[in-house]
């Protein structure tokens, strides 16, 4: 049985809003709806929601002007869900402290099994539990012990590449911009080197995937960043 949640939308098309509410009705939440910025800060602090879809085009006030006030008030999951497909509109919102970007139009299924993986973290995180093990497509990941296996076997990963591995395996699920990584795996000064990047993911694939050339373990997020995907338990 899927954990209900108190989701806040903000969006100010009715129409968008209607199937927002009906979608996540259906999967057994309960849904709130705020049509601008304003109305949405307000309902911020008084329903106290366990997710936020936020769009962009809000009437009173830019949707990405919206996340830090939102990352300082609470600590929603906080999913965009956007007709803005722009990859620069993309990473700002990751880096501003948005933790998934969905582009209108959206299936449904998929948004809601974004929102199943935002609160099977919030679980992880209230119970205290840290994600010592990740286990993903045949993958065992184990970052008590920097032991990566697969099908049973240990696969020799390059610091670099365990490091890559071991920050989406922190967040699965989760889109991590280029930069993200870059800062952790490498540190600040090297944000802009995505080639360093590419070639730690091209080689993770190469020892994980079981087609290298169709990923289906690390995700690409075209010109944004990359995902570990986990099966969706539904």
Do not use: C
Not at 1 to 30: F, P
Not at 61 to 79: F, M, Q, W
Not at 98 to 124: C, G, M, N, S
């Amino acid at each position: 049985m899927a954990q209900a949640a108190n989701i806040l939308i903000v969006e100010d098309d009715a129409h968008i809003r209607r199937l927002l509410r009906a979608t996540v009705q259906r999967a057994g939440h309960q849904a709130v709806e705020a049509a601008d910025a304003r109305q949405a800060l307000s309902l911020l602090d008084i329903e106290k929601p366990d997710v936020v879809l936020l769009d962009l085009g809000l009437p009173d006030r830019d949707g990405l002007e919206l996340i830090g006030p939102i990352r300082a008030r609470s600590n929603a999951t906080l999913i965009v869900v956007s007709a803005r497909d722009d990859s620069a509109e993309k990473v700002a919102a990751l880096d501003l402290g948005a933790d998934d970007y969905l582009v209108k139009p959206f299936d449904t299924e998929e948004l809601l099994a974004r929102i199943r993986a935002a609160l099977r973290h919030q679980r992880a995180a209230a119970g205290g539990e840290a994600p010592a093990v990740v286990e993903a497509g045949g993958i065992r990941i184990d970052l008590d012990h920097r032991r990566v296996q697969r099908g049973g076997t240990d696969v020799h990963l390059t610091p670099k590449e365990y490091g890559v591995l071991a920050e989406l395996a922190r967040r699965p699920d989760r889109v991590l911009s280029h930069a993200q990584l870059l800062k952790s795996v490498w540190g600040p000064a090297q944000e802009e080197r995505v080639e360093y990047l590419r070639i730690a993911v091209r080689g993770l694939r190469q020892k994980l995937e079981e087609d290298p050339a169709r990923p289906r373990l690390i995700v690409n997020e075209l010109a944004v960043g990359y995902r570990l995907m986990l099966r969706d338990e539904g």
